[in-house]
């Protein structure tokens, strides 16, 4: 057993919790003894999937969400008619077991498949990898993996940049070893877990669980899950909460517009948020959890759909990679030729990369794509008819993608902000979600977790 796994382990126990919000088992819930008033915070899937399941065992549940649409991090746009497209979160990763594969089959809604299988490879001069070269980069990865897994068991936490420095060190930054590196901690890790390489915890990054099984994205977009949890909720959009007054009963939620009172609250409010105090709790919160909110990571992951009069790419791949000099630019890019027919590339920038561009306009973001995909098909490459951008890290009722596990963080700490306060307040959300944390369907259990927990009290 490793030393994370043993710490992990032994977290647990102290603290008696056991996780079984995978079930969906009605028997496992007491028995309401009367109907509470309970409100939820947060319209995402999180906090609906909370008061669904509240509202259908008999409590009167009211959502109050800040923005003017229900999702929250999943937003599909219908800008472009004949194609919805997700600017939040966009697959069911891992469709096995998944319980929002279940939803999905439940609505039958339409899914496509992207395959890691399809995917091309370009170096820095836009050609697609020799094999020479994919051996080195096969060669460098089992490296870099190697010195992160060894790490991993060393009594001092230190970043996945630092513990990889005697690799990086030996080489010339102008090298094309130096990029190879570069290129497998963006794409591998900073595009998974949209946190820097230069802050996750090299004992902690990938402490998460996965489903097996392929990649599935919604044909009418990711909207149709929260579209159909939300049915029959009372809902009220446009309420930014201010302040939460906890350690009375009926607790009171205040919203810039109004005052709702509550047996119990759900709170769903993303990390970033949290992190930002714009919602004062009264009392504070306690320590532990005002401790968890501080040093767990809020990461970036931005996206760029580009829409082209015509397919001038490979157009049987779905994945595209970029080999860059300037570390983590227009690394990794979806095509939705092969898996719907539509002449759209789909760039990502992720952790530092991704906060850097938010500042930028949209013509500079988009011509920094164009040169990069230039340098890959040609100077001759059409322009983009039209383009759809987003900027999750400055979104006020968001403050960045989803969560991550920095230097100085533990596991155990996403069990803290999960904590209940008093048997009144309880947390849902990706981020208080220590094995799916990251994922819509972390978000989705983790307010199944909370309606169980609401429903013994």
Known sequence: MYRRDFLTLFGLTLMGIVNHACGDNSQEYAEASNKKRIVVIGAGLAGLAAARELHRQGH???????????????????????????????????TQGNPLTSLAEQIKAKRLITSYGRTVTYNTSGQVLSK????????LRKKVFKILKQTQNEEIDVSIRQAIQPLIRQLDKSSEAYRFINFILSAEIEQEYSGSTQSLSVQWYDSDK??????????????????????????????????????????????????????HVVVTLPLGVLQSKSVRFIPELPRSKQNAIAKLGMGVLNKCYLRFPEVFWSVNVDWLEYVSEKPGEWTEWVSFNHVANMPILLGFNAADRGREIEAWSDTQIVASAMEVLRKIYGVGIPEPTDYQITRWATDPFSLGSYSYNPVGSLPRMRHEL??????????????????????????????MRVAKEILKV
Do not use: C
């Not at 923005?67 to 472009?80: A, F, P, V």
């Open 60 to 94: 009167e549940v009211v959502v109050i969400e800040a923005r003017e649409r229900i999702g929250g991090r999943i937003w599909t746009s219908l800008k472009w008619t004949d194609m919805p497209l997700d600017l939040g979160a966009t697959w069911i990763h891992g």
């Open 132 to 139: 020479a070269e994919e051996v080195q980069m096969e060669n």
């Open 210 to 263: 996965t489903f097996s099984g392929d990649d599935a994205l919604f044909v009418q977009g990711f909207r149709v899950i929260p579209e159909f949890l939300a049915q029959g909720l009372n809902i009220e959009l446009g309420q930014v909460v201010k302040e939460i007054r906890w350690d009375q009963s009926p607790i009171e939620v205040i919203t810039q517009k109004a005052e709702f009172i509550a047996d």
């Open 418 to 447: 999960a904590a209940p306060l008093k048997g009144s307040v309880f947390f849902a959300g990706e981020a208080s979600e220590e094995s799916y944390f990251g994922t819509a369907h972390g978000a989705y259990l983790s307010g």
